[in-house]
């Protein structure tokens, strides 16, 4: 039996893709990928009253933009009510489930029972094998599963291991309410099931739900998925993830400037490890991921990791297409009009020039946005305070001082500019250093950017001269 692989990712379209949704969405992915079969999308909107499509949209490209898109077009839960409602019926009449009219009094009556005693609320199976004709006239009934009494329901589950659910733990739940609405438990197993779904990779909060589930599966005389149940992403404090930890929607982490390679990396780590790789590009990933690997502890989130992984990403990539993908992410970023400041063609020019020197210090996209700005910013450049004290420290004297130098250079690059200021600085008795921040004060406005002779030689002849005589006090 060689059957193929089909992994689905079912979120709840009730807010934004959030970070732990998008790691399982990366686990179901790589999962399939691995094993040369497919991820399927769900879109779990039964809940009607807090699902939202711009949720269903901002799900969709969250995944898209993380490059983790399902194979096939997404399945709605909802608009499969029929189908759910039609194996209920068809569990009645196998005889694995009955109409239960039980009236919210009597339910609520078992539940303070249940509570008074100290047990679990459980249905105490009164309509289980009572003739449907003693059935209150005028009542809807529900549809309850007829599960098994005793014994017990184990869950082999690839991460937790084998669970283990007394069956008098688990009651004959509701699979179909009294309004014909299929229940959450019914439209799992059977999207599930029609969906082909071979692997179920989710949370570990579903454990329980698993486990109901599996009754249903086997009431229907359907294959069990392969169960692996993650476990949650935690903050770095070790509490539940807050959104103060990080537990946001990716959208925000794309605001913030994360690459999709670094963000993938980043989460593929949390539960799961291959040795003591820590980077990790997305083939490498698909080659080596697997369930069985994946941790039963809770992962910690740790901003200063993603933060050192997207910086890795970053400085790996190729200038041109960082250079493009940076304008590409301007809409998203909060300092994305840094990339506005001159027309397209230039801005592209001077940032791919530029990229070497830009790249091996910024961590995001917003860092290389803000490290670029001295590229585009117009003269007479407004300079930050620490600059300014350095130029009126003596940097404006160091600066007449070394123009005509630069003024003498005819080959415009970063050697012969080296060369050239080097000179100066040794004939004057001072350290490289020295002569060096002022200039980069006067070219940047700042006191930190690439290197002065790559900010030189980028900016070109006209414009670095101009910047540096704006300066010079003379
Ligand atoms: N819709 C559920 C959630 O968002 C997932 C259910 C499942 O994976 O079975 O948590």
Not at 99 to 128: F, N, T, V
Not at 175 to 202: E, F, K, Q
Not at 343 to 353: N, S
């Amino acid at each position: 039996m060689n059957e193929k692989v089909v992994t689905r990712f079912a979120p709840s379209p009730t807010g934004y893709l959030h970070i732990g949704g998008a790691r399982t969405a990366l686990f179901n992915w790589l999962y399939a990928r691995h094993h040369g079969g497919k991820m399927l999308l769900r879109i779990e909107d039964t809940d009607r009253e807090r699902s939202s499509e711009a949720a269903v949209k901002a799900i969709i490209e969250g995944l898209a933009w993380l490059g983790l898109d399902a194979d096939e077009p997404p399945i709605s839960q909802f608009e499969r009510a029929a189908r759910h409602r039609e194996v209920a019926e068809e569990m009645i009449a196998r005889g694995q489930a009955y109409y239960c009219y039980a009236s919210q009094a009597e339910l609520d009556e078992m539940r303070e029972k249940a509570r008074a005693q100290k047990r679990p609320p459980r249905y105490d199976g009164r309509w289980r094998d009572r003739d449907p004709s003693e059935a209150p006239a005028g009542v809807k009934p529900v549809i309850r599963l007829r599960a098994p009494l005793d014994g017990e329901t184990v869950v082999h589950d690839r991460v937790q291991g084998e669970v283990r659910f007394p069956n008098k733990d688990l009651d004959d739940l509701v699979l179909l309410r009294s309004d014909g609405t299929p229940t959450y438990m019914l439209a799992v197993v059977v999207d599930d099931h029609d969906m082909g779904v071979t692997h179920i990779i989710r949370g570990d909060d579903h454990l329980t739900n698993a486990a109901r589930q599996t009754l249903i599966f086997q009431a229907m005389g359907w294959d069990v998925p392969v169960m692996s149940h993650i476990p949650l992403i935690h903050g770095a404090d070790g509490a539940k993830l807050s959104k103060r930890h990080g537990a946001l929607g990716v959208e925000a982490y794309r605001e913030m400037g994360y690459l999709p390679a670094g963000l993938n990396n980043y989460l593929v780590r949390l539960g799961w490890s291959h040795g003591d790789d820590e980077i990790m590009s997305m083939d490498d990933m698909i080659r080596w991921f697997d369930v069985d690997d994946v941790n039963k502890g809770a992962a910690r989130f740790d901003f200063a990791k993603l933060e050192a992984v997207n910086g890795y990403w970053m400085r790996h990539s190729e200038d041109g297409w960082l250079a493009e993908t940076l304008m590409r992410e301007r809409d998203f970023l909060p300092n994305g009009d840094i990339l506005r400041m001159a027309d397209d063609a230039t801005v592209l020019r001077l940032l791919t020039a530029a990229m070497p020197g830009l790249k091996e210090r910024a961590k995001t996209l917003v860092e290389l946005a803000d490290s670029a700005a001295y590229l585009f910013v117009r003269r007479p450049l407004a300079l930050e305070e620490k600059a300014e004290q350095i130029l009126a420290d003596g940097g404006r004297g160091v600066i007449a001082m070394v123009l005509p130098a630069l003024r003498a250079v005819d080959d415009w690059s970063v050697p012969a500019l080296e060369a050239a200021v080097r000179q100066v600085a040794e004939a004057n008795g001072l350290k490289l250093g020295k002569v060096a921040q002022p200039l980069r004060a006067a070219l940047t406005g700042r006191t930190t950017s690439p290197g002065v002779f790559d900010v030189l030689a980028v900016l070109g002849r006209e414009e670095a001269l101009a910047r540096l005589a704006d300066q010079s006090g003379a």
